[in-house]
């Protein structure tokens, strides 16, 4: 049973196409999140929803938008792609938004903008 | 904003070894995790100390917190070759997100 699934594992595309990942936590938690990993390994948040709601929204470029259709799915859409935007992204999951309890990861999506 | 850093960056130690890692933060915290993450992967939680702790264990896993120098560190005990992977660590600053930091490669050669 995957607890946190993301979807594409690897996406590879042009700059300025429009693509999307999705993610899904069968875990029955209440907050989601968007990470993003460069080529270092930083890893930094982009957004955080609860109960469906937007609670977290670091400085992104606005070409990047996040969707919460129910509180089980998480998706990233991302707008007229740059090379920049190559990395890792990660979905991940808590109980609360307090942080009381670590967060569960997805396996990541592997994007690569050419 | 505070951010987690890890220090040293890169370890390689023999299986059966210990491996120490220490991890700095800048402001207060409510607690403090850490991650592991395999190459490829998503990363694991594997724990979590509240800052009213000083010491935790679990498994082969001891974490420390001093909150007075606003430092943890990380040690496997009896390392072995499914150890290798980056650990992190990560504050929860009361904002609703943790800060993560840049990782430790450890590597356990068998």
């Known amino acids: 049973d995957t607890a946190v699934s993301q979807t594409p594992k690897y996406l590879v595309t042009q700059m300025g196409n429009d693509k999307s990942i999705k993610c899904e936590q069968n875990?029955?938690?209440?907050?989601m999140y968007w990470y993003k990993q460069d080529s270092k390994k930083f890893l930094k948040i982009m957004f955080s929803?609860?109960?469906?709601?937007?609670?977290i929204n670091e400085t992104v470029p606005n070409r990047f938008s996040p969707k919460s259709p129910d509180k089980a799915h998480l998706n990233l859409h991302i707008n007229s792609l740059e090379l920049g935007d190559s990395a890792v992204y990660f979905c991940?999951?808590?109980?609360?938004?307090?942080?009381?309890?670590?967060?569960?990861f997805g396996p990541g999506t592997r994007l690569t903008v050419t | 904003s505070q951010q987690g850093e890890e220090d040293p960056q890169a370890l390689s130690i023999q299986e059966g070894e210990n491996a120490t890692m220490n991890c700095s933060y800048k402001?207060?915290?409510?607690?403090l995790q850490w991650y592991r993450q395999n190459s490829g992967r998503g990363l694991v939680h594997l724990i979590l100390?509240?800052?009213?702790?000083r010491e935790k264990h679990s498994g082969r896993l001891r974490v420390t917190l001093d909150t007075s120098k606003k430092s943890s560190s990380l040690l496997i005990t009896a390392s072995r070759a499914a150890d290798t992977a980056s650990y992190f660590c990560?504050?929860?600053?009361?904002?609703?997100?943790?800060?993560f930091g840049k990782g430790n490669q450890v590597v356990v050669i068998p």
């Open positions: 991940a999951s808590s109980q609360e938004a307090g942080l009381l309890a670590g967060q569960y």
């Open positions: 875990l029955g938690h209440d907050t």
């Open positions: 929803y609860n109960n469906k709601e937007l609670i």
């Open positions: 402001t207060s915290i409510n607690n």
């Open positions: 100390i509240r800052s009213n702790e």
């Open positions: 990560a504050t929860d600053g009361g904002n609703n997100r943790l800060a």
